[in-house]
């Protein structure tokens, strides 16, 4: 199903949304991608991420998008080393909770959390990372009786795979053929939404065929990018499959899973994956992403887009096509 994408942010490189609705307005909440020079490989070290800018619109499709300016930059986080990747906020008691992950001067991903009183910040960091933490790609969920999660994990660069059981290994490991394939992790956040409020539990994906979690040569496996939303009552757990360039989803009863593999929701962009959220505004239904048209298929300058997005009368998703070059109009970023 072809859709029509909009370019957010045309004149700079954002990439990696999350977003949410606050206060009647959808705020958007992605990583900046800068030129560093830096060959790319593996590990990520071409992502040259330092600072979050905070946006909003009332019109997702054709409204005006207002840059709030820089909410958070490495230089304010007392433990910082590099890369400030993708994050998410949460509101609880009219404070904003910015979970981001961080390099510390080890060079391991942790998660920060930062502290401000609007949605659009500026955001204050904690003076340490969460006790526990590891890897990449957070995204926090409210859910309906007021508790609060965070999802996080990616592989290769994400170092999720030099995890088990929420200890480090002496060696990476990465499952293959019909191993299970690794799992994001979700944990309940203490009161304060400081910490976590207990260890990382595994987020299972089940194949419905044989009703055990996917192998790790499934292409539809997880990689990356979790986001939860919930419809009709249901949890949907949407992810990227990496270095197989999908965006996919999977449903379950309760915010810990597990959840049963639906499909694909977006099919490969132009760059190497994507990252994306979704999220309900004034009755319609919106997949955030990114793609690396602008830039001209450099995969670490990378441009926000969003499209809407449809069920079935099964609460099946609709599998969206990605844009390809000459598919829409866009602006390119001035180099």
Known sequence: ?????????????????????????????????????????????????????????????????????????????????????????????????????LKDRNDIFRMGVAV????????????????????????????DDGSYYVYFGGL????????????ALESAVLPEGAEPALPSRVARLAGDMLQFAEEPRPVVILSPETDKPLRADDPHRFFEASWVHKYNGKY???????????????????????????????TPVVGWTTHHSIVEYRGKWYLFHHDCIPSGGKTWLRSLKVC??????EGRIKTIEAETPGDNSWTPVAE
């Open 308 to 313: 809407a997005m449809e069920y079935d009368a």
């Open 116 to 143: 401000a009183d609007r949605p659009e910040g500026p955001f204050r960091p904690q003076p340490d990372p969460v006790r526990g933490s590891y890897s990449i790609d957070q995204a926090a969920l409210r859910d």
């Open 1 to 101: 199903m072809k859709k029509r994408m909009r370019y957010l942010v045309p004149q700079d490189y954002m990439a990696d949304p999350s977003v949410h609705v606050f206060n009647g307005r959808v705020y958007i909440y992605p990583s900046h991608d800068w030129e560093s020079g830096v060959p790319e490989n593996d590990n990520g070290d071409h992502f040259n991420m330092k600072d979050y800018h905070v946006f909003s619109t009332d019109d997702v499709m054709d409204g005006e998008v207002v840059d709030h300016g820089v909410a958070l930059s490495v230089e304010d986080i007392p433990w910082a080393g590099r890369q400030l990747w993708d994050c998410d906020v949460a509101e609880k008691d009219g404070k904003y909770y910015m979970y981001f992950p």
């Open 236 to 266: 949907y757990f949407s992810y990227s499959t990496g270095d197989t360039h999908m965006l996919c989803y999977a449903t379950g009863d309760n915010p810990y899973g597990p959840f049963t593999y639906q499909g694909v929701l977006l």
């Open 156 to 167: 290769w660069g994400g170092q999720l795979q030099r995890y088990r059981d929420n200890r």
